[in-house]
């Protein structure tokens, strides 16, 4: 399903209702999300499209 129709109670449901490891450091915050699920793929793209390019 593609998110770019969807209503924000689908996006709440798939990007936000998720269980991620959170690892705290003194410089930055990493995110630890597993590996397979029914929206592995989607969180992929999703941290692909957010990610800033290389200059």
């Known amino acids: 399903m593609s998110l770019a129709s969807g209503e924000f109670s689908?996006?709440?449901?798939r990007?936000?209702?998720i269980?991620?490891?959170?690892?705290e450091t003194a410089s930055?915050?990493?995110l630890?999300?597993?590996a397979h699920g029914p929206n592995a793929a989607l969180f992929r793209d999703?941290?692909?499209?957010?990610?800033?390019r290389a200059g």
């Not at 269980?19 to 690892?23: G, H, K, P, Q």
């Not at 999703?46 to 800033?52: E, F, K, Q, R, T």
């Open 28 to 30: 930055r915050i990493r």
């Open 10 to 13: 689908t996006l709440r449901l």
């Open 15 to 17: 990007l936000l209702k």
């Open 46 to 52: 999703l941290i692909g499209a957010l990610m800033p």
């Open 19 to 23: 269980a991620v490891l959170v690892r």
């Open 32 to 34: 630890g999300f597993a």
